[in-house]
Every structure is written in C-alpha cells, then in structure tokens.
C-alpha cells in the first residue's frame, strides 16, 4: 500500500525505533497518529514529523480500548510499543508478567483485531506490522517474558495473516535483531560476544516502510549470521542454549 497520503498509528512513538520509524514513515509522506505514555516526547516529535498526538498507556484496558477506535480510523497499524528487561527470577512478580503481557502481546493482537474489523466491514484495504524481535525465534536465559511475548506475536502474526490475506488485509511481522545508537538494546548497554554485528534503528524504520509498501511475510532486520543462528533455535534450541552458554550471554545481559 501507498505510505504517501495514508494514515499511519503508530504505538512505541516515543522510544528509540519509534521515533526513527516516525521520522521515516513522515518523510515518505504519511499522517501519523504518535502513541505512547510520554506525552512530552510524543509533543515533541509531533512538532518535528506533523500529526497528532494519541496518549495510552497499553497497560490500562481502557486505554488500549480507546486506542483501538483510533485504529480503526487509520489505514495503516504499526504495533511497536514494547518492553524488554525482565525482572530477575527472585523479583518477578505476578504484576511483571501482566504488564509485559499486556504491552507485548495483548495490546497488539486488540489493535490488530479492531483494526482488520473496521477495514473489513468498510470494505477497504489495510496494512498491519508488527515489531516483533529474534527474541521471537531464539530464547536465552533471563528473557523469559519478553521471549514469551515475542515468541506469541510471532505466532499470532504468521496465522493472522493467512487469514487476513483474502480479505485485503496485509500483516507483516518485523523481527530486529541487536539495534545500535537508539532504543531498548543501546539503552541496556549489553555487552555483546564479540563479532555479533548489529543494525541501526534506520534499517528498522526502512524494513517497516517496506512491510507497508510490500506486505512480506516477515523482515528480519539483522546480520544473515544471526538470522541463521536464531533460525537453527527454532529446530535445536537445545544447541542454541549450550552455544550461549560458551559465550556466556547469561553474564553478558546480567551485566
Ligand atoms: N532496540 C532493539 O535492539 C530491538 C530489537 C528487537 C526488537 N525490538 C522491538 O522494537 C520495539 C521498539 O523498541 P525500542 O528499542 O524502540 O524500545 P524503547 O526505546 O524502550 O521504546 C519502547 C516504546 O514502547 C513504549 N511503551 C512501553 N511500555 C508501554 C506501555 N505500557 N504503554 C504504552 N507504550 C509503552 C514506550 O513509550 P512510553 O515509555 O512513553 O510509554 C516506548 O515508546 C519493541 O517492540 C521491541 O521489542 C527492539
């Protein structure tokens, strides 16, 4: 579908891939709709890329409910919001898993279901993407809800989409891997096994713009070597655990 001239929701606006995702998606012409919690950042990149301004807090089903309605209102859905450093064991509480629950996953199936409805029922097109991660592929130790919540997007992106692909409804899932400079990742300062290669959140904001334009399956933005890896965790998740166990990742995310 045309990003130039639609109308575009975006939730996660506010954080490191949100905001290059805004910039880009504003650039290629779009209408955006800027969703997080933080109303000053969300202002702010509104007074830089245009439009308007959709406070929510994706914990609160009033709030997700809301938002749904505007949703239902744009031509196009990019579910990003998302959250990733998991309680350690001991601290983990029932609280921590509903929130991550919430964010991660409920959230985004809610704003995919009342988007597709509206779309069907009025008989247009529509354009859904969904940031998922490799973390949706590959678990590794101390991840437990965000390879949880990830892993579930996944599922619901690949089986939403068979059976949105007759009604006109694109669904595309956008997997990151390790992302430089901005967002979640470079903000955790995670120390890296030497020679795992990164991305910037640019190549996020371009794979997104081509999920609109194109409606692929899936975009992977990583290094081939890492897609490969979190690919063979799929089919021998036992290897994937013993080769993070050489490298050491439990330490690495602990640090
Ligand atoms: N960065 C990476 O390396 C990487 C890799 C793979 C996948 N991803 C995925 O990319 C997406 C964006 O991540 P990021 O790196 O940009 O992370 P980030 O900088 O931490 O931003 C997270 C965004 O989610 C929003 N959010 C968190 N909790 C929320 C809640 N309860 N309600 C509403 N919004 C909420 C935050 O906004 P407020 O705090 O203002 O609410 C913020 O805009 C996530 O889905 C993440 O899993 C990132």
Do not use: H, W
Not at 78 to 92: M, T, Y
Request: hydrophobic share 45%.
């Amino acid at each position: 579908m045309d990003i130039s001239g639609s109308t575009i929701l975006l939730t996660g606006a506010s954080g490191g891939l949100g905001t290059a995702i805004a910039r880009d998606l504003a650039a290629r012409g779009a209408t955006l709709v800027l969703s997080a919690r933080n109303r000053e950042l969300l202002e702010a990149l509104a007074a830089e890329v245009g439009g308007e301004v959709e406070v929510a807090d994706l914990t609160d089903r009033a709030d997700v409910a809301r938002l749904a309605e505007r949703a239902a209102e744009c031509d196009v859905l990019v579910a990003n919001a998302g959250v990733g450093a998991d309680p350690a064991f001991e601290d983990l509480s029932v609280d921590d898993i509903d929130r991550v629950v919430d964010t991660n996953l409920r959230a985004p199936m809610v704003l995919a279901q009342a988007f597709a409805k509206a779309k069907v029922d009025g008989g247009e097109q529509g354009q859904i993407v969904l940031v998922g991660s490799l973390a949706g592929l590959a678990a590794s130790p101390g991840t437990r809800l965000y390879n949880a919540t990830k892993f579930g997007l996944r599922g619901f992106a690949l089986s939403f989409r068979q059976e949105m692909e007759p009604l006109g409804i694109g669904v595309t899932l956008v997997s990151p891997g390790f992302i430089r400079d901005a967002g979640m990742f470079a903000d955790g300062g995670v120390d890296l096994p030497p020679g795992v290669r990164t991305k910037a959140p640019a190549d996020v904001a371009a794979a997104v713009a081509r999920a609109i334009v194109r409606n692929p399956t899936e975009v992977f933005v990583s290094p081939t070597e890492l897609r490969a890896a979190s690919t063979l965790a799929t089919v021998a998740p036992g290897f994937s655990a013993f080769v993070q166990r050489r490298l050491g990742v439990s330490d690495r995310i602990e640090r």
